[in-house]
């Protein structure tokens, strides 16, 4: 509806401004879209927090990045009839993240980065089977599949999917997806840091779910 009164705007102002043999001129307006059978619904366990617990400063490497223990969180996506889908992660820690590749962890009182943390994605089943993960870079224009399923991520600037059995170039259509995301988090070298009271890792992502 905003979009329809705008356009009625711009065409009261035309006619205003042009003579009237100008209406005798055309423009066409295609209207787009698609309807599809049912949405999804992504629930992460533990209501989304990886919680990385109290980390004493001394158990941290001074001159090089220190890679902490997994946090596993269960991952599930419940659709209301089989569609297809993509993953595309979005860092919202406001650039903090060592690694152009990861999602940051917020920044010291010292304005200094804290460190970075990977999604890993594992134990990827979908309505029952286990699922192939699939990346692509372009939109999802086109689809490669992921050669090493161990080291699945959801990453930033690309989309992440699922393809059942040989179903096409590009993800299956899932109803039910079950999986586990594995927060691995790195902190940056205590050298770089500025510890001289309790630190707050702030690290905030958002998954979110494409429709194909």
């Known amino acids: 509806m905003k979009f329809s009164t705008t356009l009625l705007a711009l065409a009261i102002a035309s006619s205003a401004a042009i ?15 698609r309807i599809f059978p049912g949405a999804c619904v992504v ?22 990045t220190t890679v902490l223990d997994d946090v596993d969180l269960n991952m599930t996506i419940a ?12 860092d919202n820690s406001n650039d903090s993240s060592i ?3 990861q ?9 200094e980065k804290i460190g970075s943390a990977r999604l890993g994605l594992v134990d990827v089943t979908a309505d029952g089977e286990a699922a192939k993960a699939m990346f692509s870079d372009d939109g999802g224009d086109n689809w490669i ?3 090493f399923p161990d080291s699945v991520t959801i990453g930033k600037g690309s989309m992440l999917g699922f393809q059942v059995g040989q179903t096409g170039q590009g993800p299956s259509p899932i109803k039910d997806l079950q999986g586990t995301v594995k927060v691995r988090a790195t902190i940056a070298p205590t050298s770089e840091l500025t510890v001289t009271e309790d630190v707050p890792v702030q690290g905030n992502a958002t998954i979110n779910l494409a429709y194909l």
């Open 99 to 101: 690694s152009p590749s």
């Open 79 to 90: 659709c209301q009839s089989a569609v297809r889908f993509a993953l595309e992660g979005v």
């Open 19 to 33: 003579a009237p043999s100008a209406f005798a001129q055309s423009a066409d307006l295609s209207v787009t879209g």
């Open 43 to 64: 629930d992460l366990g533990n209501g989304g927090v990886a919680d990385l617990g109290s980390i004493r400063l001394e158990s941290l490497q001074a001159d090089m």
């Open 145 to 147: 599949v992921h050669l």
């Open 103 to 111: 999602y940051g962890l917020g920044i010291t009182a010292a304005d």
